[in-house]
């Protein structure tokens, strides 16, 4: 179990204390106009000059490769700051975890790149969860793999240069390639969603018919049933984001509590917190002490747990804001909406029912 001298480390930090003065200094004061218009391409930027996109990379490519733990707590502030420019950046890592264990050709050149922010990584792999149905299926052609069919969900068009698309092949083999996050004949994106959350991501859908990545850009093939069993390892778990923007909420509801002279949202605000720290608590020694691939149904159920907590903080701080909330430009229905957002991101049928159960 995380123990207190652990948690007094993890506190100093210095990728984490970087986090806090970037949310502090640009994320968190910008982050109404951002959920309003588009993610600034100069945000990511920012957040690659700090070093916040190598957090997983090795030192020999300039990365930190900081603690897991390490890593989840960075989450955690960025996405309480500012959800939808977190969110972006939350899917450059598995693109470059996917390069720092490769031996594609392309790594040596693309991957320092990642690491330093001068370029920035999307990912589509959500529609692999659907096997044995292959929305995107790979073949193998002369030269390297041909993709065709449709990715139903990539965030970040027009603010990503590069991507990973992962595809399956007809015998159970997924493979995952490095494009650029361009128009190209044979790829082409919808408009961007207009979602009830998270919009100013830019999420598209992508058109693929007979795209060819070449064997030097092909960065991981394994089994179906192997990758699915590497995916469950996240999916059970709370997303780091969740327990960011519960605790935003949860300070932004004292805030308003001060000014507003109202006694019962400390009230709230406390036995929240108390649920807050509890089940974040067994999160972590969940991640700390006991292999990923055991205690899936208590790991579901902690999951579950948190986002009904993620959801009581920000209805809380709606309600404390009064009509005022309904405002696009306050925070407390902003909030909610990102609840919303998390409630369903990553989410398999098990992870459904799990949360269906806490009703």
């Known amino acids: 179990m995380t123990n207190v001298a652990s948690v ?3 506190d100093q930090h210095p990728m984490l204390q970087a986090a806090r003065q970037l949310a502090d200094d ?3 004061p910008s982050a109404t106009e951002v959920d309003a218009d588009v993610v600034p391409r100069s945000h990511l930027e920012a957040i690659g000059k700090a ?4 957090l997983v990379a090795p030192s020999s490519a300039g990365g930190s490769e900081v603690p897991a733990a390490v890593w989840r707590r960075v989450q955690q502030v960025l996405a309480g700051a500012d959800c939808a420019t977190w969110f972006v950046t939350a899917q450059h890592h598995g693109p470059v975890r996917m390069l720092a264990e490769s031996s594609a050709p392309i790594r040596a050149d693309l991957l320092p790149q990642l690491v330093r922010g001068e370029l920035v990584a999307g990912t589509a792999f959500a529609h692999l969860r659907g ?3 292959r929305p995107v299926e790979a073949t193998r052609v002369e030269g390297g793999w041909r993709f065709r069919g449709m990715a139903p ?3 970040g068009w027009g603010l990503n240069d590069v991507l990973s698309l992962g595809g399956a092949s007809a015998d159970g083999e997924v493979v995952f390639g490095i494009v650029n996050a361009r128009p190209r ?3 082409i994106a919808s ?3 207009r979602m009830a959350a998270m919009t100013s991501t830019q999420t598209v859908r992508l058109a693929l018919d007979n795209v060819v990545i070449p064997d030097s850009h092909i960065v991981q093939r394994m ?4 990758w699915l069993r590497m995916d469950q390892r996240q999916t059970v778990n709370v997303n780091p984001g969740v327990f960011g923007v519960a605790a935003a909420a949860l300070r932004k509801l004292r805030e308003l509590s001060s000014k507003a002279d109202l006694p019962a949202g400390f009230g709230a605000a406390d036995r929240l917190s108390s649920r807050l720290a509890a089940v974040q608590a067994r999160s972590e020694e969940l991640h700390e002490s006991v292999s990923l691939d055991e205690a899936h149904a208590e790991r579901l159920s902690v999951r579950a747990e948190a986002q009904r907590v993620l959801v009581d903080a920000t209805t809380a701080l709606v309600v404390a804001g009064g009509g005022r909330s309904m405002a696009l430009t306050s925070a407390g229905q902003r909030h909610a909406r990102e609840a919303l957002f998390l409630l369903v991101q990553a989410q398999t049928l098990p992870a459904r029912e799990a949360t269906l159960d806490t009703f």
């Open 131 to 133: 096997w044995p149905d």
């Open 191 to 193: 408009a961007p969603m």
């Open 8 to 10: 007094t480390d993890l």
């Open 185 to 187: 004949p044979g790829l």
């Open 26 to 28: 640009l994320l968190e």
């Open 223 to 226: 089994p179906i049933q192997e």
């Open 153 to 155: 969900w990539y965030t």
């Open 51 to 54: 070093g916040l996109l190598g």
